[in-house]
């Protein structure tokens, strides 16, 4: 459960689309996470997939799981500028401890 | 409800000094987790503590760091004799029953110099 893997960098326009993907390797998390960090800031959490889903959508958010090739993506519609953030996708573990990825930046052009 | 309150925000320390760091769980939360970030890097799992016992300790460092939740007052993350390696922002949750209401506070950065 310790390898979940994102792209570093992601740059849209204003009022795009924006798709950041994440894959892991533990087949047994039960929820896996999306959270979004701003510079010098905590982490917010954006939404939460259980695992026997395939897809979760919240507003201007979805969550779509593959769980075979264990592959996690988050879009985001309609993009702001205020999107412009670190988002880090984490799978909870054992219900205790989550393992993150190393973070997507997603800047935002207006 | 206050959220997780972490303090300080920010503390600066000499190499070799002790650091101090201070975590209030959510009211009614009994379970704190802790997690560094290294700067450009995710968070990695450190610690979990319920009142009194450490439940998983696996993510600490062999030497120099412990953490304890005392039956009453907050979670306490120590580092004795700071390098700068020890330079990252800690952050500490909270959940009411084992991962459930998981939140994280805002965390504390700490900068050795």
């Known amino acids: 459960g310790e390898d979940v893997e994102q792209s570093l960098f992601l740059s849209v326009r204003e009022g795009d689309s924006s798709v950041i993907n994440c894959t892991y390797t533990?087949?047994?998390?039960?929820?896996l996470y999306w959270y979004k960090q701003e510079p010098g800031a905590g982490l917010q959490l954006l939404t939460y997939?259980?695992?026997?889903?395939d897809m979760k959508q919240d507003q201007r958010l979805t969550v779509l799981l593959n769980k075979k090739d264990k592959h996690l993506s988050l879009r985001i519609a309609d993009t702001q500028t205020g999107d412009s953030a670190i988002y880090f996708c984490?799978?909870?573990?054992?219900?205790?401890?989550?393992?993150f990825g190393s973070g997507t930046k997603l800047n935002v052009k207006p | 409800n206050a959220g997780v309150m972490q303090n300080p925000r920010h503390l600066v320390r000499r190499r070799g000094q002790e650091a101090r760091l201070r975590c209030s769980p959510m009211?009614?939360?009994?379970?704190v987790y802790w997690y560094r970030q290294l700067p450009e890097e995710g968070l990695k799992f450190m610690v979990y503590?319920?009142?009194?016992?450490?439940?998983?300790e696996s993510g600490m460092p062999k030497e120099r760091f412990s953490a304890e939740f005392p039956k009453e007052g907050p979670s306490i993350l120590r580092i004795q004799q700071v390098v700068r390696g020890d330079s990252a922002a800690y952050f500490c949750?909270?959940?009411?029953?084992?991962?459930?209401?998981?939140?994280f506070g805002s965390g504390t950065r700490l900068t050795v110099v």
């Open positions: 503590l319920q009142k009194e016992n450490i439940i998983d």
């Open positions: 949750a909270s959940s009411w029953e084992q991962g459930y209401g998981y939140t």
């Open positions: 533990d087949s047994s998390s039960t929820y």
């Open positions: 997939i259980f695992s026997n889903m």
């Open positions: 009211k009614g939360h009994s379970h």
């Open positions: 984490a799978e909870l573990m054992n219900f205790n401890k989550f393992y």
